[in-house]
């Protein structure tokens, strides 16, 4: 900055000085060209001295004026017929750098490849360029720098704003006679190693922002093919310029080791001098050192790039090394705070405010990671002053500073001022995200044929790569990023190429990868505190090892976490300990008053969560579990088929997977099998959730055809013996199919057909990787706590009442739930073993989370599902809820997509849950009761989907009391007709992952009590 200062003091000596160059410089033209040229005008210099003002906006970051300002510049830029000239690459450049640092990274790249276009066009002007004998720097003035010394031996090279080029043709004469097009002569000054700088920079942001993609773009190659050339004087110290330029591109062409080859050679000119290159290149070397992870030669190279930076007054190359360096700093477990920050930010409040108030932020997040709270908070303020009043926080910058807030508010114990601060993090980083604009990038590859099928697997492997320990320990922002952001359609498309290349075991675990992120990308902090509630409260046995080592990392990293956590463990098993609802006043206070204290237990661990989400620590996405094809097909029992689903924008797929074999097939289009299963379920009665059926409905056997047709078409027209072979069937529903009663689709027989149901054991999951069961053991369930309210309005209460005396009279422990409850159901919930909710759950038309499970406390705090996400960890085992509603019970006349069960259902499984009987449609009568009580009563002897297929079995033999069923008009009939027909049994969904119970039945339970 200052020296571009300087320079605008020295232009009233521009006439003079460009007179004796010119005249210098014309003596090593040739006698024609001078002719041509001519020597009484001074040459004009590019680029100008508004190209240098907006420099100086630039480097003390106002970025939006020197955006303004860069574009003006490029106005004046030299235009030939052929288009600009490369002094257009600075402009370019330089405009990019503004949008760069603004977060604009489309715009940022779209000026990086017009920069490197014209560095193709005219890739021989260094070969015009009349270059000064090499000399050292003697010149006073220079701040030294603070945070040294420097382990190099760091010899600046005097290199003059002003090189002469000749511009044109000397030999026009001879064009005019064989034809050509007539370009006269014409020198100019140029800034020659400024254009060479900004090259480099221009490829190596390009890099940067296009990630692993770049090497698959054609301009990548005709940038090192032209650079290849080595188009620069021979034997002349320049080629140390294209050396560096050369070593920029093969890094952004993915070939490494050369890169570290030629950047080396271009450290330094004739091996003697640092130049105007030289910041950028250390820095180059420094990222491609630490993307190896050679840590120790990443940070000194990073350090070197700070020290030279400062020589040449490139405070851009200085705040980013700077960055660098407190990463590698921190990924590789170094105490304390980075060492050259003090000194460095000291240094940097008379150069660059820009740099300044980055490094106090770098300064805050160091004293976030060493728990110094109060220092962090305080740089943060300090940094927010300095900024006070410029363009700094506009973007890259001010994103920082909301993650440092954000940090220091959690770290704080301030989770409102915390939570402002993250989404305002998240607003900047769904447009400026490298990783996010990486992923569609490489989709636009695959989509825009670009590389083949092979080539994108590879690409999306990594792009969509599930976040790792790495990813968490460089990046943390970037990871959330990506994990929180929907990017649908480049799994989509990776999906299709496996499918494209014949792999269809990856294609199946994409899909499940698909649903996960589905069901991420609705959750706070995309899934992060979901994770590390798992990793930091679940059953060790359900997370893996690698997961229970994060917990002992995590535990050792946080103790003031691992205090609270083993405080609220220690509630909870008193709490359990003893009864559901105490009768005895005391025991009542005492439990309310434990409750009232996990509950801020609990809190306080939630905002320690959203600190450690912020933070480098790795955690697991245990839940729902990744899906290894092969580990699940080999651990699926011999009689088990999984019947998997899934709708793309483009179109519906499906697999069957058994023990030893799978299949997979497309299926008619979404919009088809939406109708096709609205037909259905309108063919079964379902106009409206309220409406009474009159019961001749229930003799019309439309929907026997409909059903039979509708599972032939579902799975590939397989042999109905097919379903002989097999006890159980496992479905992955996918969009409007988690509508349709599988149970009741009809199998054909030579008699007719027979509900599916009656052949196989059915139950669902949301994920192919919940088919089986994880490792947590069978508990007792032996507390069943009921919610007794009316399943349809018009119910009376003596009927419910009845419903839980039966209910009493067949398990051993029955609790009735009354409002208000001991402490909210998200606290209460845990110690509650399974709970059924005979009540009308009228709130299912809000969000997939925003619904109370237990409906006694609905409208209350910690009653929603998104509540029950929260700590306390846990649920109940089983959760049964007859009077859920969906769109089936309207026939799909609502336009909802199944999301919302795939989600609310997930979302359920999150908490700990592993059983759950839920309602397509409510019918709110007696046959609703008595499923209930049959299944409940089964359970403790066999696993769900038994107990469930026993209990159909029982319903429908048994007679209708059509008093008791207000979706049915009551008529007079001489004989009652039975529930056989599906209304009354095939609207329940049970979701279970197939956990045998105890040995033993209720014998065991008590004992296990």
Known sequence: MRRNRERAHRCCLVGLLLAGLLLAATTLLPREAMAQFGTGLPAREYPGLDYYQAMDEYLDGDFRSALRDFRAAGNSGIKTDQGRWVDSICYHTMVGESLFQLGDLPSALEQYTQALNLLIAHRHWMLRVDFPALGPDNRSGRRPVTWGPSGRATNLGRFPYKYPILQGRPDNERVIQQGGVVALPEF???????????????IRRRRQIMGIACPHDPLTTQVLQALSLRPAPPNHW???????????????????????????????VGEAFDHPLTPVTLLQLGQIAFEQKQFGPAANYFFEATISGALFEQYDVVEEAFRAGLLTHLVTG??????????????????????????????????????????????????????????????AVGARMQYANALVNYQAGNLQAGDAAFSSLLAYQSKSSFRLFEIGLVDRLYTGGAVTDRIADGLYQRALREPGASDWAVDPVETLSVVLTPHLPALEHWFEASLERKEPQRAIEIADRIRRHRFYTTLPMGGRLLALRWVLEAPSETIGPEAVLQRQDLMGAYPKYAALSKQAAAIKENLQAGPLLPTDDDARRAQSSALQELAQLSLAQEVLLREMALRRSASDFVFPPPLDFKKLQAALPENQLVLSFLNTSRGAYAFLLGKSNYSTWQLEAPAKVRAQAAAFLRSLGHLDGNQAIEVQKFADPTWQEIGKEFLRRLVNNANASVWDKF???VVVPDGPLWYVPFESLQIAEDSGSVPLISKVRIRYVPTVSLSLPDARRAGPVAETAVVAGALFPRTPPEITDMAVADLKSGLPRVTRLTDPLPASSHVFSPLCDRVLVLDDMLDRSRGPYDWAPLQVDRGKAGSTLDSWLALPWGAPQQLVLPGFHTAAEDGLK????????????????????????LSRWRTGGQSSFDLMREFTQELPYTVAADAWQRSVQLIRASELDLAREPRVKEERLDRAPNADHPFFWSGYLLVDTGLHPLPGGPDAVADAK
């Open 188 to 202: 100019y000054m140029i800034n020659a190693h400024e254009i060479a700088r900004c090259s480099a920079v221009a």
């Open 238 to 268: 320049s080629q140390a310029w294209v050396s560096v330029q050369l070593g920029m591109a093969y890094a952004a062409a993915g070939k490494t080791e050369t890169a570290i080859s030629e950047l080396s050679r271009g450290i330094q």
């Open 727 to 729: 006890d159980e069937l």
């Open 334 to 395: 170094q105490k304390g705070l980075y060492p050259p920050l003090a000194a460095a930010t000291d240094w940097a409040q008379r150069e660059s405010r820009w740099l300044e108030v980055s490094l106090l932020l770098a300064a805050a997040q160091n004293s976030s990671e060493i728990n110094e709270t109060g220092a962090a908070a305080a740089f943060v303020e300090q940094a927010r002053r300095r900024a006070a009043r410029s363009q700094i926080l506009l973007g």
């Open 894 to 917: 609502r336009r909802t997509s199944g999301d919302e069960m795939f989600l609310a259902i997930t979302g359920m499984m999150a908490t700990g849950t592993r059983t759950i009987l």
